[in-house]
């Protein structure tokens, strides 16, 4: 027979050996570990007594069948074997510590995630859990704790999205990922930015591919569009080959601005370092011109002094000019948020910070999962609506009238 927990004893036993410094007060070893155990299943207890006397009142026939035990892990009381009463027809469902739970609380879940989402490792936060509360824990168990997420991430990129969106970025980022069959392998990770009608920002979704091309971000277009969008007024992209092309495909009336950040720097790798500083100053004018009007004198100007010395400049800007000069239709404050992909670098950046740490993901899914996390801690700040928005819808309002329909009041 199990002897009784004789609580007076172990309270001042537990008191006297805090003071001398003998135990500690939670964790494996602490003097709340043997409370927290006692208090469940004496709770337990109750619960099937109170299950059964229920059972007996509706004339079932069920009894109690003996018990179970599995290791439980709380951030008090460490990890322990929790004996949990069972009854003879199963209908027993333990509602304190329910079947097939093994964390108690919610709390160090969070602790797991928020970690996870600073990019440790699932070994360095096994050993983070040990250290600050002696909770012996597998790296596959911390796996297996954030794969938890896996339904919510999986619902969040299925989820509709809304009719219209204002500006939507587009860009994809390089990372290394062990394959099925054990190699380290190249993948990109498209990431689709939004602002809404309402002037706030949204991650549109999160898609994985081997390479980056104009093909696979037609199927991330049709997904959108599938998700419910039916319009995106501005797109604001790099330079990738066939990428306006599958924009229109999809949503045939966007306005599709080339980002001028990806195309200076481009400009930039064919000029001598000694010519460098003169031809940047040389180049600033045709961005900054008061229209396109200027922009093409500029560049005449520009191109006069330096064509024949760097032809392939040239040649890149006056292919990709309309895309380039697109924001010159536009009013200054519209102009300064579709003229460069900088509000999704930021965003990448973000990812970056946490994830510069994995050499190789070990999966597709380990790399979803990661990034998902961090763009949903992100969103949670994302309260605000972006700067001068009521002017700027106005502005919207007025341009595109129909296709926009903006309430200033949202």
């Known amino acids: 027979m199990k002897e009784t927990f004789d609580f007076e004893a172990y309270k001042k036993q537990a008191v006297s050996d805090l003071l001398s410094g003998k135990q500690k007060l939670d964790g ?17 207890e109750t619960e099937v007594s109170s299950h059964l006397t229920e059972s007996k009142l509706e004339g079932n026939a069920n009894r109690r069948n003996g018990k179970t035990t599995k290791e439980v892990r709380s951030l008090v009381g ?18 304190i510590v329910e079947k097939r739970q093994v964390f108690l609380g919610d709390s160090l879940e969070r602790k797991v995630l928020l970690m996870y989402a600073h990019g440790m490792s699932y070994e360095g936060i ?3 859990l040990y250290e600050i509360y002696g909770l012996e824990v597998s790296a596959g168990f911390i796996s297996s704790l954030t794969d938890k997420i896996l339904p919510m991430m999986d619902q969040w990129r299925r989820r509709p999205l809304e009719e219209i969106y204002c500006f939507v970025f587009l860009d ?35 898609y994985l591919a081997p390479t980056e091309g104009a093909k696979f971000w037609l199927q991330v ?9 039916k319009d995106l007024l501005i797109v604001s992209i790099d330079g990738l080959k066939g990428f306006e092309e599958a924009i229109r495909t999809v949503f045939p009336h966007t306005a599709v601005q080339g980002c001028i ?20 100053k040389d180049l600033k004018p045709v961005y900054t011109a008061f229209d396109e009007v200027q922009a093409r004198q500029s560049f005449l100007e520009f191109e006069l002094k330096w064509g024949k010395k760097y032809p392939p400049v040239m040649k890149s800007w006056n292919e990709n000019w309309t895309r380039l000069t697109t924001f010159y239709n536009y009013p200054p404050l519209i102009r300064k948020i579709m003229y460069t992909t900088n509000p999704i670098e930021s965003l990448n950046r973000s990812i970056r910070k946490i994830t510069k740490t994995k050499g190789a993901f070990a999966s ?12 949903n801690n992100l969103s949670h700040k994302w309260t605000q609506k972006i700067q001068n928005w009521g002017e700027i819808a106005s502005q919207l309002d007025l341009i595109f009238g129909e296709r926009a329909k903006i309430s200033i009041r949202n």
């Open 28 to 44: 494996p070893d602490g003097v709340l570990a043997p409370l927290l155990k006692q208090f469940l299943e004496l709770a337990l």
């Open 78 to 95: 460490g990890s322990f074997e929790l004996t949990t009463p069972r009854d003879r027809d199963g209908s027993f469902s333990p509602q």
């Open 126 to 128: 096994s050993r983070e």
């Open 172 to 206: 994809a980022m390089h990372f290394r990922v062990r394959g099925e069959s054990g190699q380290v392998e190249d993948r990109m990770l498209y990431v689709v930015y939004g602002i809404s009608r309402t002037g706030h920002k949204e991650v549109l979704g999160l």
């Open 221 to 229: 277009l049709s997904d959108l569009q599938q998700r419910g969008v």
């Open 261 to 280: 950040v990806h195309q200076i720097r481009h400009s930039f790798k064919f000029v001598s370092d000694k010519d460098l500083r003169e031809f940047a």
């Open 364 to 375: 597709e899914t380990a790399l979803l999962k990661l990034v998902f996390i961090i763009v």
